[in-house]
């Protein structure tokens, strides 16, 4: 069987792999089965063939200076062998070695640059899922064990974090699906592996896919799916500097959920491509220090693949998806259109990053672009007025960072004025338009150094405004490759809570560095940093907050039981419940914990909210915690009148299922969907604020029926 027909045997052309059923729901690719079982001895002239080309590689990239690993991603029949035995025919899977350990010779396990898994992972059965039952691609346990061994190869410290990373679990279907989830799904884990590293281009097709609402199984597929190329910049200071070019399948993919992730998240510059050979020319160009070759145990089976051409390559995959996906053609057109996007080639790319001159003296660049994710309505159990036009997405806004040499600073933590050395103004907020330079500018005290304006927002001294609009600009700056410790100063209004200074300690910042403006708002700033960050009362959040935070105080697996929790905010508390006595026997009986945040540190409110299964809790700042909470929990609101969907965003952001329970559901419903309709109450929000109210106790006995 040549390369070519095993890939066509493998892609259908439908959006699923023919399958044949196993033990206990398991599921094996038909074709890999019949590759893979050992009915009779392996043809060794593909062995030989794998072991020239696999040379080849090594021995030219060395020529050109570059070091050359091939990964073998072992087929789940080889690791799982033990629930595929009933798919195979008798005696074909039994005590006999698959996989790589069946059919490749010492002479091909040997060589220097084959990275192979299979006796890692198999090891570590029982311990991890390593593969999905209703998947061909490995899970993120076993991708995270062969992304450990590729590290050990190249004497790069991995990423410890990885697994601590924000994920999302839901029951989907797989590549090997029938058509219909199972009647008992299995919980599908996607890790969000983005903290460090961004997207600095994607070829048309790459773009086509991420435009697209087709399926994961179909996305999987090559004949879709080859010749999509991405590249990412990471500049964090503990990435490692080397520029890897990635070529691999649906195991490291174009999404950043798997392996691509895993090297976006731990090397300054990655490039993948989806294909099954190395393209010599895209090599040339970028001259990168490592390539990596990865591919599946099955197409190591059959004569390696020679000749790869991204550009032709993905001219055809492309045409094959615009066909089957023709809606998706316009939106991924808009995709292009709005993001600049330009080829990239190490050095050139990275370059191309950097700040944009607005003047000598000032700088400025895009550092998070906008983006658009779905909002479902919230869950209400209560009669409720309409609103004619409730927010169905949410638009983030972009993310932007500006430098300033030899600023003139006036800031109050609520407004801001920044001229440059030249007297030019850079930066304005909350300043009236009449408003004349400042007399006190003439000689104000000097801050030498580097300077962040960091604490831009009224409400710096409230827990949820610290922790979601000031706190992510430390991670912002180290996703640039600027380090906190080149920082000398931080401006803040004033410092005003304990949890402020616990925060900031955990980046090593103390009140050392910390400037407070509120008696003296005139500053002359040798070098100033401002990060542009506007949530837009949440339903413009990028989702890179939330996944930061929770990757900030990250809580590894424990066996603390899972609990419902309740955070208690009685009468005589800024907005507290005046009924609560009422509701209180109802959430006992419903097995809730019922606690106040007072007095706990930040980790431990973190530590709690990540065993918590069902979170209810008065609008307020304990709710910021829901960031520590695993993904998909549920999340109950009651309002006041004091109605902002500050934390019916941060849900959606957060991947929970929001109900909101209001005081008054008739008038003030539109105010928690609409966005416009929220900030036209600004004004009035000091009149409802602080005030005491009853719950519905009704709709509180609904909602707790229905989660």
């Given at each position: 069987?040549s390369h070519?027909?095993?890939?066509?045997?493998?892609?259908?052309?439908?959006?699923?792999?023919?399958?044949?059923?196993?033990?206990?729901?398991?599921l094996?690719?038909?074709?890999?089965?019949?590759?893979?079982?050992?009915?009779?001895?392996?043809d060794?002239?593909?062995?030989?063939?794998?072991?020239?080309?696999?040379?080849?590689?090594?021995?030219?990239?060395?020529?050109?200076?570059?070091?050359?690993?091939?990964?073998?991603?072992?087929?789940?029949?080889s690791?799982?062998?033990?629930?595929?035995?009933?798919?195979?025919?008798?005696?074909?899977?039994?005590?006999q070695?698959?996989?790589?350990?069946?059919?490749?010779?010492?002479?091909?396990?040997?060589?220097?640059?084959?990275?192979?898994?299979?006796?890692?992972?198999?090891?570590?059965?029982?311990?991890?899922?390593?593969?999905?039952?209703?998947?061909?691609?490995?899970?993120?346990w076993s991708?995270?064990?062969?992304y450990?061994?590729?590290?050990?190869?190249?004497?790069?410290?991995?990423?410890?974090?990885?697994?601590?990373?924000?994920?999302?679990?839901?029951?989907?279907?797989?590549?090997?699906?029938?058509?219909?989830?199972?009647?008992?799904?299995?919980?599908?884990?996607?890790?969000?592996?983005?903290?460090?590293?961004?997207?600095?281009?994607?070829?048309?097709?790459?773009l086509?896919?991420?435009?697209?609402?087709?399926?994961e199984?179909?996305?999987?597929?090559?004949?879709?799916?080859?010749?999509?190329?991405?590249v990412?910049?990471?500049?964090?200071?503990?990435?490692?500097?080397?520029c890897?070019v990635?070529?691999?399948?649906?195991?490291?993919?174009?999404?950043?959920t798997?392996?691509?992730?895993?090297?976006?998240?731990?090397?300054?510059?990655?490039?993948?491509i989806?294909?099954?050979?190395?393209?010599?020319?895209?090599?040339?160009?970028?001259?990168?220090?490592?390539?990596?070759?990865?591919?599946?145990?099955?197409?190591?089976?059959?004569?390696?693949?020679?000749e790869?051409?991204?550009?032709t390559?993905?001219?055809?995959?492309?045409?094959?998806?615009?066909?089957l996906?023709?809606?998706?053609?316009?939106?991924?057109?808009?995709?292009?259109?709005?993001?600049?996007?330009?080829?990239?080639?190490?050095?050139l790319?990275?370059?191309?990053?950097?700040?944009?001159?607005?003047s000598?003296?000032?700088?400025?660049?895009?550092i998070?672009?906008?983006?658009?994710?779905?909002?479902d309505?919230?869950?209400?159990?209560?009669?409720?007025?309409?609103?004619?036009?409730?927010?169905?997405?949410?638009?983030?806004?972009?993310?932007?960072?500006?430098?300033?040499?030899?600023?003139?600073?006036?800031?109050?933590?609520?407004?801001?004025?920044?001229?440059?050395?030249?007297?030019?103004?850079?930066?304005?907020?909350?300043?009236?338009?009449?408003?004349?330079?400042?007399?006190?500018w003439?000689?104000?005290?000097?801050?030498?150094?580097t300077?962040?304006?960091?604490?831009?927002?009224a409400g710096?001294?409230?827990?949820?405004?610290?922790?979601?609009?000031?706190?992510?600009?430390?991670?912002?700056?180290?996703?640039?490759?600027?380090?906190?410790?080149?920082?000398?100063?931080?401006?803040?209004?004033?410092?005003?809570?304990?949890?402020?200074?616990?925060?900031?300690?955990?980046?090593?910042?103390?009140?050392?560095?910390?400037?407070?403006?509120?008696?003296q708002p005139?500053?002359?700033?040798?070098?100033?940093?401002?990060?542009?960050l506007n949530?837009?009362?949440?339903?413009?959040m990028?989702?890179?907050?939330?996944?930061?935070?929770?990757?900030?105080?990250?809580?590894?697996?424990?066996?603390?039981?899972?609990?419902?929790?309740?955070?208690?905010?009685?009468?005589?508390?800024?907005?507290?419940?005046?009924?609560?006595e009422?509701?209180?026997?109802?959430?006992r009986?419903?097995?809730?914990?019922i606690?106040a945040?007072?007095?706990?540190?930040?980790?431990?409110?973190?530590?709690?909210?990540?065993?918590v299964?069902?979170?209810?809790s008065p609008?307020?700042?304990?709710?910021?915690?829901?960031?520590?909470?695993?993904?998909?929990?549920?999340?109950?609101?009651?309002?006041s009148?004091h109605?902002?969907?500050?934390?019916?965003?941060?849900?959606?952001?957060?991947?929970?299922?929001?109900?909101a329970i209001?005081?008054?559901?008739?008038?003030?419903?539109?105010?928690?969907?609409?966005?416009?309709?929220?900030?036209?109450?600004?004004?009035?929000?000091?009149?409802?604020?602080?005030?005491?109210?009853?719950?519905?106790?009704?709709?509180?006995?609904?909602?707790?029926?229905?989660?």
């Amino acid at each position: 069987m040549s390369h070519s027909s095993a890939v066509e045997a493998l892609d259908v052309g439908s959006d699923r792999v023919e399958s044949v059923e196993g033990l206990e729901g398991w599921l094996f690719a038909k074709p890999a089965l019949d590759l893979l079982t050992p009915r009779q001895p392996v043809d060794s002239t593909v062995e030989a063939a794998w072991r020239e080309e696999l040379n080849h590689r090594a021995a030219t990239l060395q020529q050109r200076g570059i070091q050359y690993i091939h990964l073998g991603v072992p087929d789940k029949l080889s690791i799982m062998k033990e629930y595929g035995a009933s798919a195979c025919a008798p005696g074909t899977v039994g005590d006999q070695d698959l996989g790589f350990a069946r059919w490749s010779s010492e002479s091909l396990k040997s060589l220097s640059c084959l990275v192979e898994p299979t006796g890692y992972l198999t090891r570590q059965k029982g311990k991890y899922p390593l593969f999905w039952k209703s998947d061909t691609r490995w899970a993120p346990w076993s991708c995270y064990m062969a992304y450990q061994l590729l590290c050990s190869k190249l004497k790069v410290d991995t990423n410890t974090q990885l697994l601590g990373y924000p994920f999302d679990e839901a029951a989907q279907l797989m590549n090997l699906d029938q058509g219909q989830l199972p009647e008992e799904p299995q919980l599908i884990r996607t890790y969000r592996l983005r903290l460090r590293s961004v997207q600095r281009y994607a070829n048309e097709l790459a773009l086509f896919r991420e435009a697209s609402s087709a399926s994961e199984a179909l996305l999987s597929q090559a004949e879709y799916s080859e010749g999509a190329q991405t590249v990412f910049e990471n500049r964090h200071p503990e990435a490692s500097r080397l520029c890897v070019v990635l070529i691999g399948d649906a195991h490291s993919g174009d999404s950043r959920t798997l392996f691509t992730g895993m090297l976006a998240e731990t090397f300054a510059e990655l490039h993948f491509i989806w294909g099954d050979a190395i393209d010599w020319n895209y090599i040339d160009q970028v001259h990168p220090d490592v390539v990596i070759t990865q591919c599946s145990e099955w197409q190591m089976a059959v004569p390696p693949t020679l000749e790869f051409n991204t550009i032709t390559r993905a001219e055809a995959s492309l045409a094959r998806l615009r066909t089957l996906l023709p809606d998706t053609a316009q939106s991924s057109h808009d995709c292009v259109s709005s993001a600049g996007n330009q080829p990239v080639q190490a050095g050139l790319g990275i370059a191309n990053t950097g700040l944009q001159t607005q003047s000598g003296l000032s700088e400025s660049r895009v550092i998070l672009k906008p983006e658009t994710y779905a909002l479902d309505p919230p869950g209400l159990v209560q009669e409720h007025g309409q609103c004619a036009h409730p927010e169905t997405q949410m638009h983030t806004n972009a993310v932007s960072l500006t430098q300033v040499s030899q600023a003139l600073v006036y800031f109050t933590g609520v407004s801001w004025w920044v001229h440059d050395g030249a007297r030019q103004e850079v930066l304005r907020h909350g300043m009236p338009a009449d408003q004349k330079a400042f007399r006190r500018w003439r000689a104000p005290p000097r801050l030498a150094g580097t300077t962040l304006m960091f604490a831009t927002s009224a409400g710096a001294h409230c827990y949820y405004h610290w922790m979601l609009e000031i706190l992510p600009k430390l991670g912002m700056l180290e996703r640039e490759g600027i380090s906190l410790d080149s920082i000398d100063h931080f401006l803040v209004r004033e410092i005003t809570g304990d949890w402020q200074l616990q925060t900031l300690a955990r980046f090593g910042i103390d009140s050392s560095r910390i400037v407070e403006t509120v008696k003296q708002p005139h500053w002359c700033c040798d070098k100033l940093l401002h990060i542009d960050l506007n949530c837009g009362i949440n339903l413009k959040m990028h989702r890179y907050i939330p996944q930061w935070m929770k990757h900030l105080y990250p809580v590894v697996d424990h066996a603390e039981p899972r609990i419902k929790l309740y955070i208690t905010r009685p009468e005589g508390v800024r907005r507290g419940i005046r009924n609560e006595e009422q509701i209180l026997p109802l959430l006992r009986a419903a097995g809730f914990t019922i606690l106040a945040m007072e007095g706990l540190s930040v980790a431990e409110q973190a530590r709690l909210l990540s065993r918590v299964d069902v979170l209810m809790s008065p609008h307020g700042g304990a709710l910021t915690n829901m960031v520590f909470c695993r993904p998909g929990i549920t999340v109950v609101e009651l309002f006041s009148r004091h109605v902002f969907p500050y934390y019916y965003g941060l849900a959606a952001n957060c991947g929970h299922h929001y109900h909101a329970i209001l005081e008054n559901p008739l008038q003030d419903y539109a105010r928690l969907v609409n966005i416009d309709v929220a900030q036209s109450f600004a004004d009035s929000q000091h009149e409802t604020a602080g005030l005491s109210f009853d719950v519905d106790v009704d709709a509180v006995a609904a909602v707790l029926s229905q989660v």
